[in-house]
């Protein structure tokens, strides 16, 4: 009942998403299928970011290390000029991963986002990506962006196009060196790449 409540009361991405969050499946189709047409206009490219975030944290498993607590909530930090607007926040409003509450936190500065357990490493931070690995320094942290130089500097996930869809990529390898374990349903509709380049 309050899965269906609330795609009435949501209209657009949001209620579609919760549609298809319902299960394994439902991520899958989710991933594979990217979008409905409606919804690859460039307009909407961030809302459907913001959706696919949302969605790898239910196939990563953090280490314990990752909270120091059981109450903490689950952080989404957002470095840089943020092009999400209202998405994120709309996205994951009402919803929490592994039971906890998720909080979005936007800084400039990495230090600040050190903590978070997903970090989106926007554009505008292309040119230090060397600076932000050191400094996150192998931590629990799920690293996303855009940039195509990302994985190679140690990224885990990374957007890319290719044609009006958008997929993304996997380095397996930048994942087990932060402790992290990705799925093998994530693994499966990724593009598996590595820090050296090699597929």
């Keep these: 009942m309050r899965a269906m409540a609330g795609s009435r009361a949501k209209v657009g991405l ?4 919760r549609f298809w969050l319902r299960g394994m499946i439902g ?3 989710f991933l594979l299928l990217v979008a409905p047409p409606a919804l690859r206009a460039e307009s909407k490219e961030y809302q459907i970011k ?3 975030l949302f969605n790898f944290a239910q196939f990563v498993l953090w280490p314990e290390t990752a909270f120091t607590n059981a109450s903490e909530p689950f952080e989404i930090g957002v470095l840089g000029n943020s ?3 209202n998405a994120l926040e709309e996205i994951v409003h009402g919803e929490t991963i592994q039971g906890r509450q998720i909080v979005i936190v936007h800084s400039s500065h990495v230090e600040k986002l050190a903590g978070c357990q997903m970090l989106f490493v926007c554009k505008s931070e292309a040119g230090h990506l060397g600076e932000v690995f050191q400094k996150l320094d192998s931590k629990p942290v ?3 962006s855009e940039d195509a130089a990302f994985i190679r500097h140690g990224g885990i996930i990374n957007f890319y196009r290719e044609g009006s869809k958008i997929r993304f990529e996997i380095n397996p390898d930048a994942a ?3 402790g992290l374990k990705l799925s093998s349903q994530l693994l499966s509709v990724g593009k598996i790449v590595h820090s050296d380049g090699a597929k």
Excluded at 14 to 17: F, V
């Design 50 to 52: 913001a959706a696919f």
């Design 83 to 85: 092009p999400f607007d």
């Design 14 to 17: 949001r209620g579609w998403l």
């Design 176 to 178: 087990d060196k932060n």
């Design 27 to 29: 991520l899958c189709v």
């Design 142 to 144: 799920l690293t996303v």
